[in-house]
């Protein structure tokens, strides 16, 4: 307990003795500004050292380039045209294609078809891939994005109704591609039962 009592007492006076050596303190702003006076009337730019004198009232003669003696054929640097800068690469521009696969009216059955699923699968630059969108919430119509192709990529993408029958659309994307493709009704050429 003394430690303790003995390591507070020297803190607090230190502190006490901190506080009495603190004193005021001045910027003296006077003795800053007549310093830089004194200075800007010292300096000179020293005109009188410049060894040139030029004259600008009195015209300057003009300087010609030789001619060569007669006889003599004037050599001319080979003249070049500047070449173009190079093109710069551009990104082909993307597209985002919208499938719309609706139901459609079986006559035979008599009644509507809803779609099941559709199936997407990409080639792009190379690479394959392959995703199915199932309608679980029985929709309508079902849409479905294909999103960033480029042109010269394919897509094909098969869409299946209740009863099996399918369409398959395989493209090749070109500036003619649409942004919305309606798929209504299946390929009847293409009737079969489920995978």
């Known amino acids: ?31 800053i500004n007549s310093a830089t006076a004194a200075q800007a009337e010292a300096y000179t730019l020293n005109w009188e050292d410049v060894s040139t004198h030029v004259e600008l009232a009195e015209p300057q003669p003009e300087v010609m380039p030789e001619m060569p003696e007669q006889g003599e054929v004037a050599m001319m640097a080979p003249f070049r045209q500047p070449r173009p800068a190079p093109p710069t690469p551009r990104a082909l521009p993307t597209q985002n294609i919208q499938f719309s696969a609706s139901q459609y009216y079986d006559a035979y059955a008599q009644r ?84």
Not at 5 to 23: E, N, V, W, Y
Not at 159 to 179: E, F
């Open 1 to 31: 307990m003394n430690v303790r009592k003995s390591l507070f007492a020297i803190i607090l006076t230190l502190a006490m003795a901190g506080a009495g050596l603190a004193q005021e303190y001045e910027l003296g702003w006077d003795q």
């Open 112 to 195: 509507y078809l809803r779609v099941t699923r559709v199936e997407v699968e990409t080639f792009r630059m190379g690479s394959y891939t392959s995703e199915t969108f199932e309608n679980r919430g029985a929709w309508n119509t079902f849409p479905v994005y294909v999103k960033n192709l480029q042109q010269g990529e394919r897509y094909r993408v098969r869409i299946v109704w209740d009863n099996g029958t399918n369409r398959t659309l395989d493209k090749t994307v070109d500036s003619y591609t649409p942004h919305t493709i309606y798929v209504d009704q299946p390929d009847y050429l293409a009737y079969s039962a489920d995978w």
